[in-house]
């Protein structure tokens, strides 16, 4: 903990403040996130464990960046210390584009939209133990100083497989939920492309596709899957795209694949224009 200096409080996450910091050794400055695990029962600390030891696995130009964990066994807390993403987040960039009434131009939906492709990419295809992001929303993807994404906040990932009982009672309003989740709780890759379908269509409308009071009529919405068109400033191909990711069937969904050759495809087309 010496090594490194509080520069500020920048947030609250669920389970401690997370804080701005400088490392001494030679300037740089990251963040670390508190976690206070002395509420936990042996279960849920393991859990915890597996979620550290999945981010510091991860290494991928889009994905928040792991340095280092800390442990204060005296407070009960582990600090994991990470790259910090001065551009906010995506939530960020939906509230201040609704207050000025302003919609993201598509070239920059595409941009970011891809970066989260090629960081969902890096989790869904590990030869070694898939990883499923599982809580894809605004707020989970960070942006750096030249708005490239970095995917972060694993706090509910887990390897093909593994449940927990914790995890579940974290999870706020579900919004992003795909409809076989409110089924059938069943998760697997296509469920993190229907919440991906959910985001592209929020950056694009700066609404969520689905949206109600409460999760009671939210699963009602989610599950009669009718989603209102984008605005008609974007192209068919973003719509189809969304369409695309929004199918009810999750095997009818595009894979992480599929999506990174369509890009392949439309960015060949826009280059030619
Ligand atoms: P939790 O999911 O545990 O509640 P978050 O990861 O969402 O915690 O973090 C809480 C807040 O801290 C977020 O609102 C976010 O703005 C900020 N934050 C988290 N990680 C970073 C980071 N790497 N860089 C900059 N800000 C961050
Ligand atoms: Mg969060």
Known sequence: MENYEIIQTIGEGSFGQVSKIRRKADGKLLVWKEIKYGAMNEREKQQLVAEVNILRELRHPNIVRYYDRLIDKVNSRIYIVMEFCEGGDMSGVIKKCKRD???????????????????????????????????????????????????????????????SEFAKTHVGTPYYMSPEQITDSHYNEKSDIWSLGCLLYEFASLSRPFEAPNAGALAVKIKSGKVEKLPTRYSEELQRVVNWMLNMDPNMRPSVEDLLNLSQVSLRIREKK
């Open 101 to 163: 009434r302003d919609f993201l131009p598509e070239e920059i939906i595409w941009k970011i939209f891809m970066q989260i492709v090629l960081a969902l990419h890096e989790c869904h295809k590990r030869k070694d133990g898939k990883i499923l992001h599982r809580d894809l929303k605004p707020a989970n993807i960070f942006l750096d100083s030249s708005m490239n994404v970095k995917l972060g906040d694993f706090g509910l990932s887990r390897m093909m497989g593994q449940e």
